[in-house]
């Protein structure tokens, strides 16, 4: 929205207003405005929701003994993505298909994220809506989604898959992309849903492997930088680091308040949201299968649940003390704090091998 005050300082003639032609200094505004939105409207939105919902969010019976989060809040993820919209909105340029498909994206799934926390708390159960009705609903996003990228890109990489370590390399998917960018969106979704069990553990690994995206959108959408690093140019897509700096910063405002002990958790409204964004960006700047690599900790969790259940239901036997994985480490003795700075670490190192990908070709 501020990107239209250039008009006020013409092209090549200075002043203040020239700034918000710059990528990264709107980007500098869009983190500041969400971590202060963050830090300001944080506490009395965490007082609200525990008014709200009085008892928090229902805990597990079975799995490590979490009895000392009892009325804990849930939905926090409000506060993460309304930081974000507001300045995503106010320091983007609102004339960029890409940051609305990316916001689009990332609203729905906070929509189906909340109405699955309402039915929770409401309840008082696990038993929020129906697995079913999610994911059908994550599917019609993901596939909405996977549609308007594909128009959105240049004619000679739509509905293609970029291959990393290997330059100008394309696969043409054709109908098939729709399907494949449908699963990435979902995929990142439902790992980082997952992943979200302890205070601060999925958050901070959505903030590296967003600023990770944050530096390829940047790269991706100038065409000097794509041309001497040998990827493709997609026109567009740098403004997405606008969106990402907003979302680290809300991100950092939100974990001023899930740090352990939380006094707020993220909720699937965070969480599935968070992952549909990254799954979107993914898809616009074609390193689908980069975020596979930033995001291997999601990817790793999400795998150990599948590799749980199917191994139970055909053995009646566990290959995990408990899935997901963080889950597994609590039981074998592991402190919160000790899963959650290890698997940041982990997330980073995921995260610099991913950088890496855009030299070695």
């Not at 980007?27 to 500041?32: H, I, L, P, S, T």
């Not at 409401?122 to 990228?149: D, E, F, P």
Request: hydrophobic share 55%; proline share 4%.
């Amino acid at each position: 929205m501020l990107y239209w005050l250039t008009n006020l300082s013409p092209e090549g003639a200075g002043g203040i207003f020239n700034l918000f032609r710059y990528i990264t200094f709107r980007a500098g505004a869009a983190f500041f405005t969400a971590l202060v939105f963050g830090f300001i409207f944080g506490r009395p939105l965490i007082n609200w929701l525990r008014v709200k919902q009085k008892k928090g969010q229902p805990l597990r019976e079975i799995g490590p003994d979490h009895v000392h989060k009892g009325g804990t809040p849930t939905m926090g993820g409000i506060l993460i993505l309304s930081s974000l919209a507001i300045s995503t909105l106010l320091w983007a340029r609102l004339d960029n298909v890409y940051v609305w498909i990316v916001l689009l994206v990332t609203a729905a799934f906070a929509a189906i994220g909340f109405a699955d926390d309402y039915a929770k708390v409401k309840k008082y159960t696990h038993a929020g809506v129906s697995g079913r009705v999610r994911m059908a609903l994550g599917l019609a996003v993901g596939i909405a989604a996977a549609i308007a990228v594909a128009q959105a890109n240049p004619p000679a990489l739509s509905g293609q898959l970029a291959l990393p370590f290997v330059k100008n390399a394309l696969i043409d998917l054709g109908l098939f992309f729709i399907p494949f960018a449908m699963l990435v969106i979902v995929g990142a979704a439902n790992a980082v849903n997952l992943t979200d069990g302890l205070d601060g553990l999925a958050i901070g690994p959505v903030m590296i492997a967003a600023g990770t995206f944050g530096v390829i959108a940047y790269l991706v959408g100038n065409k000097v930088f794509a041309d001497y690093l040998g990827v493709h140019f997609v026109p567009g897509t740098g403004e997405l680091l606008v969106f990402v700096s907003a979302l680290i910063g809300g991100g950092l405002g939100f974990l001023w308040y899930n740090a352990p002990p939380a006094a707020v958790f993220m909720g699937d409204t965070g969480s599935l949201a968070l992952g549909g964004a990254l799954g979107a960006i993914a898809i616009c700047v074609k390193h689908e299968v980069v975020l596979a690599i930033v995001g291997g900790l999601f990817v790793v969790e999400a795998l150990s649940v599948i590799i749980q259940v199917a191994y139970f239901k055909r053995t009646g036997k566990r290959v995990f003390l408990m899935a997901p994985i963080h889950h597994h480490f609590e039981k074998k003795g592991w402190a919160e704090p000790q899963i959650v700075i290890r698997f940041w670490i982990i997330a980073l190192v995921l995260a610099l091998i991913g950088l890496s990908t855009l030299k070695l070709r």
